[in-house]
């Protein structure tokens, strides 16, 4: 049994999506950082940086509960743990890998600042704004010549490269992107949204789903919540 502790962000379904393409049986335990769930003494307890999602394998290693956190690492885990989505070979693991690296250091971290300086800025920075429209642009360009060759990030085959990165573009308007430009991503995007495991992981907690654009959810995310000494 996985408990998974998240919230619907692209991070969370990227786990999400993961438990439901693999099989695992899991509990889904909402962490609401809209109201400050995420700086829990328990939460922090198995994510010490405070972001969600989180896992606890309750048959990991050893056959002891194993707590992990970074969607990245609950990735490779949950891969190696049931032999899925991440090949044994060489390189076609290395080929995985490094578009999972893409995803976590420029994909995730830049359309993220796309999104928060168009969405949630308390003031228009057009030089913020500019910078990283700009570069998720830029982004989306790297994808589209890269899927202009393969079916999938990594090849020809579906893997965590795929599962990472692919509930980030879900918001590309917002990120100043118009996906139509971007004709391979489009393709890529829509194949991989008909998949029934990726519809069923974007129902996890979606009954909890709420506005995170209030003050509260400023301030936890956003505002002096975030750097308190803990």
Known sequence: MIDLYTWTTPNGHKVHIML??????????????????????DFLKISPNNKIPAIVDQDGPNGKPYSLFESGAILIYLAEKTGRLLPTDAVKRNDVLQWLMFQMASVGPMLGQAHHFNKYAPEKIEYAVKRYESEANRIYSVMDRRL???????????SIADIATWPWLRSAETQGVNIDDYPNVRRWFEMIGDRD????????????????????AYENMFGNKQYEKR
């Open 20 to 41: 439901e393409e693999i099989g695992l049986e899991y509990k889904a335990h909402p962490i609401n950082i809209g109201k400050g769930d995420q700086f829990g003494d």
């Open 148 to 158: 202009a060759e393969v079916k999938f990030l990594a090849g020809n085959d579906y």
């Open 197 to 216: 495991n990726v519809k069923a992981g974007l129902q996890v907690l979606q009954d909890h789903k709420t506005d995170l654009t209030d003050e509260e």
